[in-house]
């Protein structure tokens, strides 16, 4: 039996190495089963036939909570030695603002670049005229929605999603396996977990919402790699969102 591969020692200003995570990865297993269980019960009061705007951002929002919640209640149970392995950061305005700007640079790499050429390419091999990332949001998101839809996609969901599958996931993955490895496992799940957003819908647009949040995903746990700190993380997620949540209300208004 070999020992697992030393992580490259990150350029933050913390030192999260020096803890090593206790989680494994089959335990996020447990972990997404807890939050969909959960999920479901207390979204109860937002089911309906016919959802209101108000309903659906009320539910995603209790989704997202919830799997957070599941991953620190999971942690702390478990394994309250280790989650400083999560990185925490000693000076976290210059790690927000350094993630920031690398999560404003996926955007136009991945949704500018990557993800219209993909699109094109899905165009030429399918009859379809038109090939577009799947709306993710409901429509009428105006006032109060808005609001709630800027909760839901600039703190709720780049927190709690990295706390799932970077430092949950790709956290326990590296402790045990390459980087490569590591970001492409968590990464390709990140960009599935999004899949349920594009049904009822085009196969297309399926295919190039889960392919480009794929390597969203990667390019996440790059961040997470180089800065050691699951802040950074949250911070370019939030970012990556913020562009796309502009864009999202420009069109839906």
Request: proline content about 6%.
């Amino acid at each position: 039996m070999t020992d697992a591969p030393t992580p490259a020692a990150p350029i933050g200003d913390d030192v999260p190495e020096r803890v090593r995570p206790t989680w494994r990865p089959w335990e996020a297993l447990f972990v997404f089963a807890i939050a969909i269980v959960v999920g479901n019960l207390l979204s109860t009061p937002f089911v309906s036939r016919h959802p209101t705007t108000a309903q659906q951002l009320g539910a995603g929002l209790v989704g997202e909570i919830s799997l957070g919640a599941a991953v620190l209640g999971w942690l702390y149970v478990g394994h309250r030695a280790s989650m400083a392995a999560l990185g925490v950061p000693r000076r976290p305005v210059r790690e927000i603002a350094t993630a920031l700007v690398a999560g404003l640079a996926m955007y136009a790499l991945f949704v500018f670049g990557f993800g219209w050429i993909l699109a094109r390419i899905l165009e030429a091999i399918s009859s379809a005229r038109h090939v577009g990332v799947p709306r993710q949001l409901p429509n009428h998101i105006v006032g109060a929605n808005a609001l709630a839809a800027g909760v839901l996609v600039l703190i709720a969901a780049p927190v709690c999603e990295e706390l799932f599958f970077r430092g949950f996931i790709f956290k326990s993955l590296r402790n045990r396996l390459g980087f490569a490895a590591s970001a492409a496992i968590s990464a390709v799940l990140f960009g599935l977990a999004h899949l349920q957003e594009a049904i009822p819908g085009p196969w297309q647009g399926a295919v190039l919402l889960v392919t480009v949040l794929a390597f969203v995903g990667f390019g996440l746990a790059f961040v997470y790699e180089r800065r050691g700190t699951i802040v950074a993380a949250m911070a370019a997620h939030g970012a990556f969102n913020l562009f796309g949540f502009l864009v999202l209300l420009r069109v839906i208004g």
